[in-house]
């Protein structure tokens, strides 16, 4: 196969950007001051019930200026978030020592997320927190999760391995002096053959859960679910109405049970996907917008330092409720056990 994530030089332009209206920006600063004031921490139950009312409350300007729709690229990058190194405090040294660094950006992301649809999360996933913090961990190095650094972190669909995957996969740069640039392939630009579209569109290999649901705290009987349930074959592409649509994770996918055309026909969406790739240096105060079913993402390798100056990423994630387009079948997926929650929802 080809190599996953091999960049393509100068052949693909940029995400298109939005430019946040500054008055909207300290609108939206203002507003998580005062959430953050009243409830404390970016979690509380509380604070994320308000999220809606607040959103509501933003004029329709700004909430056009969001609205989750997208060209082919999949993808848009929202500019203008006044994020300064000075009030920031130094990266955290991984996310499990992030504590409430950056609190404020964490309620500007779950408003951004809510004026887009619902911010989501998981129960295993850094100890169930809303935000996460994408840094680089001591020790995590080598890994295919955002803890790492020094590989390439492969392209791949945000959580492809469950049915609840997000819509939308918001990623807000709070620090990135060297510029180490996100890489996103969007699946609408690929070149593909109708029938490798076909071998792709049938459920052939599972994607298991990746490696950052393993370190989070879950109670014993979803470990154990996890450990039991058989895993499921998927489909890796289907065609909707709107166009080609993706669930990708070839670092995780059990390829064993495939056949030969699924392989060859995967293999040259690799390439593809790679023929492709924008590489996203994001600016402090940036927010990539991703769509999660049209575009794979990664990270080039960069050399950490753990001086509180290296890379930081926020994450949040959105379902749109009422969007439509994924595969019936998926409906009867287990997930792994990996609950999601959601706060609009029964959290199940
Ligand atoms: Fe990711």
């Known amino acids: 196969?080809?190599?996953?994530?091999?960049?393509?030089?100068?052949?693909?332009?940029?995400?298109?950007?939005?430019?946040?209206?500054?008055?909207?920006?300290?609108?939206?600063?203002?507003?998580?001051?005062?959430?953050?004031?009243?409830?404390?921490?970016?979690?509380?139950?509380?604070?994320?019930?308000?999220?809606?009312?607040?959103?509501?409350?933003?004029?329709?300007?700004?909430?056009?200026?969001?609205?989750?729709?997208?060209?082919?690229?999949?993808?848009?990058?929202?500019?203008?978030?006044?994020?300064?190194?000075?009030?920031?405090?130094?990266?955290?040294?991984?996310?499990?020592?992030?504590?409430?660094?950056?609190?404020?950006?964490?309620?500007?992301?779950?408003?951004?997320?809510?004026?887009?649809?619902?911010?989501?999360?998981?129960?295993?996933?850094q100890n169930g927190r809303m935000v996460n913090n994408i840094v680089p961990a001591p020790g995590h190095e080598n890994e295919q999760t955002g803890a790492s650094s020094t590989v390439l972190l492969a392209p791949h669909t945000e959580d492809a391995f469950h049915p609840r995957r997000a819509d939308l996969l918001l990623l807000c740069c709070m620090r990135?002096?060297?510029?180490?640039?996100?890489?996103?392939?969007?699946?609408?630009?690929?070149?593909?053959?109708?029938?490798?579209?076909?071998?792709?569109?049938?459920?052939?290999?599972?994607?298991?859960?990746?490696?950052?649901?393993?370190?989070?705290?879950?109670?014993?009987?979803?470990?154990?679910?996890?450990?039991?349930?058989?895993?499921?074959?998927?489909?890796?592409?289907?065609?909707?109405?709107?166009?080609?649509?993706?669930?990708?994770?070839p670092a995780y996918t059990r390829f064993d049970g495939t056949d030969a055309a699924y392989r060859a026909a995967y293999a040259r969406l690799e390439a593809e996907l790679s023929r492709v790739v924008r590489a996203v240096a994001l600016e402090q105060g940036d927010v990539l917008v991703v769509d999660n079913d049209v575009v794979v993402h990664g990270r080039v390798p960069f050399r950490s330092r753990y001086d509180g100056t290296d890379r930081w990423l926020k994450r949040a994630l959105v379902h749109v409720p009422h969007r439509r387009g994924r595969p019936e079948s998926e409906r009867a997926e287990h997930g792994y056990g990996q609950p999601v929650i959601d706060p609009y929802c029964d959290g199940t």
């Open 1 to 125: 196969m080809a190599a996953p994530g091999a960049l393509a030089r100068g052949a693909v332009p940029g995400p298109p950007t939005r430019i946040l209206d500054r008055r909207f920006a300290a609108q939206l600063v203002t507003a998580a001051e005062g959430l953050l004031e009243r409830f404390g921490t970016p979690d509380a139950p509380g604070l994320l019930k308000s999220l809606r009312h607040e959103a509501d409350e933003f004029p329709g300007l700004f909430r056009e200026a969001l609205r989750p729709e997208f060209s082919d690229a999949g993808m848009y990058v929202l500019r203008g978030l006044p994020v300064e190194d000075a009030s920031l405090g130094p990266t955290p040294t991984g996310w499990s020592v992030a504590g409430d660094a950056g609190a404020l950006w964490d309620v500007v992301l779950l408003l951004l997320a809510a004026a887009m649809g619902h911010p989501m999360g998981w129960r295993g996933q």
């Open 176 to 249: 990135n002096h060297e510029g180490v640039a996100t890489t996103a392939s969007s699946v609408r630009l690929t070149d593909l053959a109708p029938e490798d579209v076909d071998a792709l569109s049938r459920p052939m290999a599972p994607i298991l859960p990746d490696d950052a649901y393993t370190s989070s705290a879950l109670p014993d009987e979803v470990h154990a679910c996890a450990g039991t349930v058989s895993p499921q074959p998927v489909r890796t592409l289907w065609p909707t109405p709107d166009g080609l649509t993706i669930r990708f994770d």
